[in-house]
């Protein structure tokens, strides 16, 4: 074999080569958020004609009336709105966090609390891919609202302090009263999760944060949301 034929072989590789690094580029930057924005739309809209068959629940409050059903696997069951990340943010929450989970939205960590209720209510999304739910997680600041809402009341929760680093083992930052978040005692409590450094995973960012206020869906959307 020729110089030249091994030239132009090798020369030829490395162009094929080239070519599928930037398909595949282009497919985890690109085709993924394409496919999770029309995931989570369809998500929101299957929310919203669920919400629109139900009866309107009065605000929450000691009540007497059965435990609500458990939350389905991969099924969503409250919108979340961070106005810090812009008015139009908003995705569905689904319940567990499995990868197919999270390529439709955010997943809830299946056995923490529910939203409003006494414990913590734990949520993780992808900070890249998939949409980029959590691109700007670093951009959280205490007093920041996060904002649940589960077709009957608006949860209004305030961050307790800047993003927390951490490995992927502590999974104590998703224990009732969390730890490290600066809690004393049970509360209705809120924990954001997502993959730090920003194109990796080898650490988690994590946000904390506190019920402030609710709101039934009945009287509008919330002051954050309309202010």
């Not at 992808?126 to 009957?152: C, E, M, S």
Request: aromatic share 10%.
């Amino acid at each position: 074999m020729s110089l030249r034929l091994v030239v132009r072989t090798f020369s030829e590789l490395c162009i094929t080569v080239g070519a599928v690094i930037v398909l595949f580029v282009a497919y985890v930057l690109l085709w993924t958020g394409v496919k999770a924005a029309d995931a989570a739309e369809g998500e929101i809209e299957t929310l919203h004609s669920r919400w629109a068959q139900e009866p309107t629940a009065l605000s929450p409050g000691p009540s007497s009336s059965p435990s609500p059903a458990p939350y389905r696997d991969g099924k969503p069951f409250a919108t979340l709105h961070i106005p810090r990340f812009g008015t139009g943010w908003e995705w569905p929450v689904l319940e567990n966090t499995e990868a197919r989970t999270l390529q439709k939205g955010l997943g809830h960590y299946s056995g923490t609390a529910r939203p409003g209720e006494t414990g913590n209510f734990a949520v993780a999304g992808h900070r890249r891919t998939y949409g980029d739910p959590f691109k700007d997680f670093p951009l959280l600041r205490p007093g920041d609202a996060v904002i649940v809402n589960d077709g009957t009341t608006w949860f209004t929760y305030r961050l307790a302090k800047e993003p927390y680093r951490t490995v992927p083992t502590d999974t104590a930052v998703v224990d009732p009263v969390p730890r490290r978040s600066g809690f004393e005692g049970p509360g209705r409590y809120l924990t954001l999760t997502t993959c730090e450094p920003e194109w990796g995973s080898s650490h988690r960012l994590i946000a904390w944060a506190h019920l402030d206020a609710t709101r039934p869906v009945s009287e509008g959307k919330p002051p954050d949301l309309t202010g």
